[in-house]
């Protein structure tokens, strides 16, 4: 009877390994990092060029980026992380581009350039001394 209890408990195991798949990224340091880091208030994530790319964007807050000693502020500065892929479908194939060292990072805006190429304006600096800078992507996947 217990041999026959095992096997069952065996069989339900088995059958049920195929469902849901936890992976342990624990020691992907980096991305650990991160996914930890990341803010809400500046994810996007639209279609651009009528669908043919996809755009997503997010900040995170990126101690590794800031400056220590900085007379500047002793905030801890955003990086915006700027993801282009193929219709948005696409995993294995992307360009990732990170901008780094922003203070309260805003969009003002998102441009179509010359088809794959983008310009993203950003606003970003102290309270009293607030710059907008552009900066621009290619969507090009070789």
């Given at each position: 009877?217990?041999t026959?209890?095992?096997?069952?408990?065996?069989?339900?195991?088995?059958?049920?390994?195929?469902?849901?798949?936890?992976?342990?990224?624990?020691?992907?340091?980096?991305?650990?990092?991160?996914?930890?880091?990341?803010?809400d208030?500046?994810?996007?994530?639209?279609?651009?060029?009528?669908?043919?790319?996809?755009?997503s964007?997010?900040e995170?807050?990126?101690?590794?980026a800031?400056?220590?000693?900085?007379?500047?502020s002793?905030?801890?500065?955003?990086s915006?992380?700027?993801?282009?892929?193929?219709?948005?479908?696409?995993?294995?194939?992307?360009k990732?581009?990170?901008?780094?060292?922003?203070?309260?990072?805003?969009i003002?805006?998102?441009?179509?350039?010359?088809?794959?190429?983008?310009?993203?304006s950003?606003?970003?600096?102290?309270?009293?001394?607030?710059?907008?800078?552009?900066?621009?992507?290619?969507?090009e996947?070789?």
């Open positions: 009877m217990r026959f209890f095992k096997l069952i408990v065996y069989l339900m195991v088995i059958g049920c390994s195929s469902q849901v798949k936890i992976e342990d990224f624990s020691e992907k340091d980096e991305m650990s990092y991160i996914l930890s880091s990341l803010q208030p500046i994810e996007i994530s639209k279609p651009i060029y009528d669908g043919a790319l996809f755009l964007i997010f995170i807050n990126d101690s590794r800031s400056i220590k000693n900085s007379n500047e002793e905030e801890i500065y955003s915006i992380f700027i993801s282009i892929t193929p219709d948005g479908d696409y995993y294995t194939v992307s990732l581009y990170k901008i780094e060292r922003l203070m309260r990072p805003k003002i805006r998102i441009e179509e350039d010359v088809f794959p190429t983008l310009e993203i950003f606003e970003h600096g102290n309270y009293d001394s607030r710059k907008t800078e552009k900066f621009r992507f290619s969507g996947f070789d």
